[in-house]
């Protein structure tokens, strides 16, 4: 038996139907391994029986932890307390929702012993509705072009991290997570796998059109200031136009004397620049409240339960946030 461990890492928001599936799934491919492993559970505030599901498996099998949130603080949050708290040499990060085939993991573990910092599942869109997924690769192709760092469709939270990657992203102190554009920024070598998409069985999707559309935005102002650059391109631009139509109506003025009717443009020009100004001060409306928010240095989660005895290691992450 090999001595490292693996720690899976299972963000729960009312999932109680799918908690015991999730740990056979686990449990039975790890049985084909020769590792060590604990599966961290980290319960977002559950309103269902979430929590006593888990404190009830936790008591019948010693590889599962737990982690309850006293509230919840959304699935960043509680991906990053799994982090903070797992002890494996490598990381496995799953839905509850078995959306993520264990099949998987012994991928990830192949591609870990291959020396892989990060071993990202990549999953294609099949079973999507057309018109998310054609939201989405514009979304991406947008995106791309706006931030610095790559994110890629279909390439979330399925993965595997080494301790190595589980170190760098600690050293993110951020407090608004997107964690998409962190696994990204800390680069490190990456082996892509991909699986098909599985369709969610038992409980609901936490995803609401309005819960994707600042996810959205979050993507592209999380990572630069290239929102605000255009800004002040498109002010630029305007400007210059302007000052080139200030420069022809006062030399037709010259020639031909005032001109009263003006109603068109006059009325185009407060619109238009209304328009973009608004526009503007949302964007940089967007990046002060990011600000506010960093400035408190909030705690990302609070804990109500656990079973994971405090080591003076992971008093150390934390003391960082
Ligand atoms: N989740 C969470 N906190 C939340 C929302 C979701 O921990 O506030 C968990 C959820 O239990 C699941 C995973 O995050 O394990 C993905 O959620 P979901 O299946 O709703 O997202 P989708 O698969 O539709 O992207
Ligand atoms: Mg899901």
Redesign the pocket.
């Known amino acids: 038996m090999n001595q490292l461990t693996i720690s899976f890492i ?6 109680e139907a799918n908690i015991a599936g999730v740990l056979n799934a686990i449990t039975k491919e790890m049985k084909q391994q020769h590792y060590q492993f604990e599966i961290l559970f ?1 319960d ?1 505030g559950s309103t269902d029986g979430t929590m006593e599901t888990i404190q009830q498996l936790a008591f019948d099998y010693p590889v599962v932890k737990y982690l309850s949130f006293t509230r ?1 603080f ?2 960043e949050a ?1 991906v990053l307390a799994g982090l903070q708290h797992a002890k494996g040499e490598a990381v496995i990060m799953m ?3 078995l ?1 993520h085939p264990a099949s998987m993991v012994g991928h990830f573990i192949k591609g870990f012993e291959e020396g892989y910092d990060q071993v990202i599942a990549k999953r294609n869109r099949k079973g999507d509705s057309r018109f998310r997924s054609a939201i989405s690769s514009a979304y991406y192709r947008i995106v791309n072009k706006a931030v610095d760092v790559r994110l890629s469709d279909g390439e979330g939270d399925f993965r595997l991290l080494s301790r190595k990657a589980v170190q760098a992203l600690l050293t993110l102190s951020e407090g608004n997570r997107f964690s998409k554009g962190l696994y990204s920024w800390i680069g490190l070598d990456q082996k892509i796998i991909s699986y098909e998409n599985v369709a ?1 069985e038992k409980g ?4 609401s059109i309005s819960k994707l559309l600042n996810y959205g935005i979050d993507g592209i102002i999380s990572f630069n200031n290239k929102p605000l650059r255009l800004c002040f391109y498109m002010g630029t631009i305007i400007l210059m136009l302007s000052l080139i139509y200030i420069g022809i109506t006062f030399f037709q003025i010259l020639q031909n004397g005032i001109d009263v009717p003006g109603y068109f443009t006059t009325i185009s020009a407060v619109l238009f620049l209304g328009g973009i100004q608004l526009v503007c001060m949302g964007i940089i409306g967007e990046y002060i409240g990011r600000i506010y928010y960093e400035t408190k240095k909030r705690p990302h989660y609070l804990i109500k339960h656990t079973n994971i005895e405090k080591s003076e290691e992971n008093e150390v992450y934390k003391s960082r946030f």
């Open positions: 299972i963000p729960s928001y009312n999932e980290i977002d919840n959304g699935k509680a839905d509850a929702d959306q969610r609901e999707t936490k995803w």
